[in-house]
């Protein structure tokens, strides 16, 4: 099936727009000079003021990945349609994310400000059984009296990418400016034009490979069919439900700093980085300044939970999963460095903490989790749970079989065990068809591959 549309929303629109008239200069300068210097034997790079080939690069570099980036916003039918519900009927979960999104100014003087999306691409789409239904039986492991979650896939079904989009358009298009990369290596480095052609089959190579094995995770909920938890058999298993908590959820405090807090968090992991300023000299001895974040601290945890589709519910034992998907961060907390170094409430272990080198400008705190009430999609192994745990949770011989069962992040040769944070409805929406990500990039490696051959024995 061919879909071809803008990206959207507006943003992506509007930078879809700029990166086809950067495509456009792109064609009319380097193009020319790559054609002139590889075909005509001209010289006409811009090498008098010490980094036009640097300059040269870095442009294809960039464009490449914005053609990458915006590709993957590309719009497609489903993509719409769960928009266009989220916009006309959101769900209790979105109205609050819209009402308390934005970004709030914590102090003017100290330009610290704290960062809420106000959108949620993984959140649910149609209304999920809400906290106080939860306990409507005597147990949790108990089936809701609604029933089977609305975004089950036994209802909604599972929808498959379609097979071209605006992405492939913009892959193959990318295909010109990683072909300008490799022209442009050889004489920057003062290397035989003969060599690009080299380089150019081993940039295709690695994109191709890259490109199949991001898709492949991205498509893989499709590959399994999603069990009801309350007829779950022990073995590998896909589910599909709302994440509920076993007891009560400790409060997840960020980088040991109070101010810095949330709560209702069954997983979560936070990242700490500072944007670095540094001088640099380039090849020609030129003087240069860059930025970029640096990682500082990080961590990570969880709660053990119950995973409930409205048929029952599954404990999963959070800390034996090693691959997590949390999605967008849900706060972000940022300050310059000067309000940093001034607060007195810092103690001594972050007052002595060391940056390397450079100046910092800001400080950056992320967080991400996956909250009480989320939906959440599990890929795992479902195994007997021991009898100790079953007194410690309480389970009688009235709850069903599904109770007596945990979900465990073990690998199989068939299943990756891994949680997502949303369910698999918004999962595979952000998909791309193996068409897209295999078999068009290994078709451009091929080509680029022949081509660059007759070259190089050419040349």
Request: glycine fraction near 8%.
């Amino acid at each position: 099936m061919v879909d071809i549309q803008i990206p959207m929303p507006w943003y992506y629109s509007i930078l879809f727009i700029a990166i086809l008239i950067g495509y456009v200069a792109f064609l009319a300068t380097a193009a020319y000079l790559h054609a002139s210097y590889y075909i005509f034997d001209n010289d006409n790079y811009l090498r008098d003021d010490g980094y036009g080939l640097e300059t040269l690069l870095i442009s294809q570099i960039l464009l490449f990945l914005a053609l990458i980036f915006v590709g993957q916003k590309a719009d497609t039918t489903i993509r719409e349609n769960i928009r266009k519900i989220k916009e006309q009927a959101p769900t209790r979960d979105s109205k609050i994310r819209m009402e308390a999104g934005g970004v709030e100014l914590q102090s003017f003087w100290r330009g610290a400000y704290v960062h809420r999306p106000s959108s949620d691409d993984l959140g649910w789409v149609f209304d999920p059984p809400q906290m106080e239904h939860w306990r409507a039986s005597e147990s949790i492991f108990q089936e809701d009296e609604s029933g089977l979650i609305k975004e089950h896939p036994s209802i909604v079904g599972t929808p498959t990418p379609p097979d071209f989009t605006t992405n492939g358009i913009l892959v193959i298009m990318s295909s010109l400016p990683l072909i300008g990369i490799g022209l442009t290596v050889p004489p920057m480095v003062e290397a035989e034009a003969r060599v690009a052609f080299i380089i150019i089959p081993i940039l295709f190579l690695i994109f191709a490979v890259i490109s199949h094995f991001v898709g492949a995770s991205g498509r893989v909920a499709i590959e399994h069919v999603t069990e009801k938890v309350r007829s779950v058999a022990v073995g590998d298993t896909e589910l599909v439900g709302q994440a509920r908590n076993l007891g009560q959820i400790p409060i997840v405090v960020v980088d040991n700093d109070p101010s810095k807090s949330a709560e209702d968090l069954l997983l979560w992991e936070w990242l700490y980085d500072v944007e670095i300023e540094e001088e640099y000299r380039d090849s020609k001895g030129n003087r240069q300044t860059r930025r970029y974040w640096r990682t500082i601290d990080s961590d990570a945890g969880g709660s053990q939970f119950v995973l409930h589709d409205g048929t029952g519910g599954i404990v999963v034992e959070t800390s034996s999963f090693s691959r997590k998907s949390l999605g967008q961060p849900m706060i972000t907390w940022s300050c310059s460095h000067a309000s940093y170094s001034q607060l007195k409430s810092l103690n001594l272990w972050k007052a002595v903490r060391t940056y390397g080198s450079g100046t910092v400008k800001q400080h950056r705190w992320r967080l991400w989790g996956l909250g009480l009430g989320d939906p959440c999609m599990i890929h795992g192994a479902a195994k007997t749970m021991p009898n100790e745990q079953i007194e410690n949770y309480g389970i009688s011989n009235t709850d069903p079989p599904c109770s007596r069962l945990v979900m465990l992040g073990e690998d199989s040769e068939t299943m990756k065990a891994k949680i997502w944070r949303g369910s698999e409805l918004t999962n595979i929406t952000l998909a791309e068809s193996s068409f897209e990500t295999t078999t068009i990039p290994v078709v451009m490696m091929l080509v680029a591959t022949t081509f660059s051959t007759i070259f190089y024995l050419v040349g």
